[in-house]
């Protein structure tokens, strides 16, 4: 609730269940990166908000209705995963980028420093791998001024 606050989003009451006070929460999307290295009692706990029937979840002394709420996880061991949570889920592989993808994204992050074939030589240094491809222009930058 306090981050949700911070963004001026409050869930609405939405009566009791029992004694535990019931909690609508707005629309949003909650991703959660490298899912499968939640404890597997945590992976359990998307369970009840992934029913399409159900989405609620007990938090703390309240119950969260969360039917507006996408969630998005992302993994790179799928076979880590919870199998009941991992049945409520629908899975899109993402391919890699090539080459070219990522020698234009280092072009716009760089803005051009330098000719085309050295963010081609970039890219491929760094596996195509955006992240790896930004810090080592950034490396180099530092390593020059160093000396």
Same mark, same amino acid.
Not at 1 to 11: D, F, G, H, I
Not at 43 to 48: N, P
Not at 50 to 55: I, R, S, T, W
């Given at each position: 609730?306090?981050?949700?606050?911070?963004?001026?989003?409050?869930?609405d009451?939405?009566g009791y269940?029992?004694?535990?006070?019931?909690?609508?929460?707005?629309?949003?999307?909650?991703?959660?990166?490298?899912?499968?290295?939640?404890?597997? %009692?945590v992976?359990?706990?998307?369970?009840?908000m992934?029913?399409?029937? +159900?989405?609620r979840?007990?938090?703390?002394? #309240? $119950? &969260?209705?969360?039917?507006?709420?996408?969630f998005?996880?992302?993994?790179?061991?799928p076979? %880590?995963?919870?199998?009941?949570?991992?049945?409520?889920?629908?899975?899109? +592989?993402?391919r890699?980028?090539?080459?070219? #993808? $990522? &020698?234009?994204?280092?072009?716009?992050?760089?803005?051009?420093?330098?000719?085309?074939?050295?963010?081609?030589?970039?890219?491929n240094?760094?596996?195509c791998?955006?992240?790896?491809?930004?810090?080592?222009?950034?490396?180099?930058?530092?390593?020059?001024?160093?000396?």
């Open positions: 609730k306090e981050k949700l606050s911070q963004e001026n989003l409050m869930p009451e939405a269940e029992g004694v535990s006070p019931i909690y609508k929460y707005p629309a949003l999307v909650v991703f959660i990166d490298e899912v499968h290295l939640l404890p597997k %009692k992976q359990e706990s998307f369970l009840t992934l029913e399409a029937d +159900d989405k979840v007990m938090l703390n002394d #309240e $119950v &969260a209705l969360v039917d507006n709420v996408s998005m996880f992302a993994t790179t061991r076979t %880590k995963l919870d199998g009941p949570l991992k049945s409520r889920m629908n899975e899109i +592989d993402l890699s980028y090539s080459d070219t #993808e $990522v &020698a234009q994204m280092v072009d716009g992050r760089f803005c051009g420093k330098w000719e085309n074939s050295v963010s081609v030589d970039i890219a240094y760094s596996g791998v955006p992240r790896k491809a930004f810090q080592l222009p950034a490396f180099t930058f530092t390593f020059i001024s160093w000396r």
